[in-house]
């Protein structure tokens, strides 16, 4: 069992920034993939960026140049910087993280959400 535990959500003006956080533990083997979706009021859960254990990152186009996803190995741990915040980003963050048992099975998580809102 693996455990994703975000932080990092809050209010914040447009054109605002913040730092989102997530935190894997409990039986890692090893990561394939960890990345963030974000899930609007009424809305489906859209990707919005993944990195892989390689570095390989992807992102959505909507956030293309204003959001950068990082990650620490030592820590398990990834990052979404978010730079010139709109209203339109305001959603649930929700981590989500793909994982290798020791048997080469893969499996996927996710934290349980951090809300961001962009209003002024």
């Known amino acids: 069992q693996v455990q994703l535990v975000e932080s990092g959500g809050g209010l914040v003006q447009p054109g605002g920034s913040l730092r989102l956080s997530c935190a894997a533990s409990?039986?890692?083997?090893?990561?394939?993939?960890m990345g963030w979706y974000r899930q609007a009021p009424g809305k489906q859960r859209d990707l919005v960026a993944f990195i892989t254990s390689g570095g390989t990152t992807n992102y959505a186009n909507s956030v293309k140049g204003r959001f950068t996803i990082s990650k620490n190995n030592a820590k398990n741990t990834v990052y979404l910087q978010m730079n010139n915040l709109k209203p339109e980003d305001t959603a649930v963050y929700y981590c989500?993280?793909?994982?290798?048992?020791?048997?080469?099975?893969?499996?996927?998580?996710w934290g349980q959400g951090t809300q961001v809102t962009v209003s002024s």
């Open positions: 989500n993280g793909v994982f290798y048992s020791s048997s080469s099975a893969r499996y996927e998580y």
């Open positions: 409990g039986s890692i083997f090893s990561i394939y993939a």
